[in-house]
């Protein structure tokens, strides 16, 4: 689809999954959604298997309206965090320090202690999500970094075996497991793993 005005592929609009267990509040922030140009996927009542539902709806954003978030709602949260995580909105009416700590730590993008306003829906989600797209970035990059130090020691590790039991000095055992990963089609890391498995399994015997 592409904007008549700009000319460029219109961005679709965000799919949100509500989560309220009263009817009448939920009725309100659905219109309150629907007129800022949201899509509403699916309105549960219960924060229960919530990482079921959306796994199911496939949300863009999932809104949370409740009086105050228990231990169940904050399990709930925190299995969605770890198994799906999507941008999380809180609307409540508790403003304790600590509940909205856990809610955070549970994998809130956004907690908003003084209740739902149809007028503030569209600049709370975009910061919601604007948050949680930064948070993501930031920790697939962590882990990006987490795993070349991971495999730098592996490839360390190796060399040190080559070097120790087939007297290669740095370079020839870097070359040798380089070659030995060209022939195989593997990644250096995986040549490098596979290298200490087999002196690891004949006691540093060799390959």
Known sequence: ??????????T???????????????AILER????????????LSSVDRLAE??????????????????????????????SNPKPVIMFSDED?????????KAGVSAYVADGMNPDRVRPIVQVAV????????????????????AD???IDKAKGLLMKH???NEDEAYHAMRKLAMERNQRLVDTARNVIEVFEMLGGGGL
């Open 96 to 104: 304790n320090e600590d509940t909205i700590a856990s809610a955070i």
């Open 12 to 26: 679709p609009p965000l799919k949100v999954l509500l989560v309220d267990e009263e009817p009448g509040r939920a």
């Open 166 to 168: 087939r007297n290669f």
């Open 53 to 82: 539902h959306v796994a199911v709806s496939q949300p863009d954003i999932v809104i949370v309206d409740i009086d105050s978030p228990d231990r169940d709602c904050l399990e709930n949260m925190a299995v969605l965090s770890r």
């Open 1 to 10: 689809m592409v904007n008549s005005k700009t000319g460029k592929a219109a």
């Open 32 to 43: 309150a959604l629907l007129d800022a140009g949201y899509v509403l996927v699916s309105r």
């Open 152 to 154: 730098r020691k592996l």
């Open 130 to 149: 604007a948050r949680f797209r930064e948070f993501q970035a930031l920790k697939n990059e962590l882990q990006k970094t987490r795993d070349q130090l």
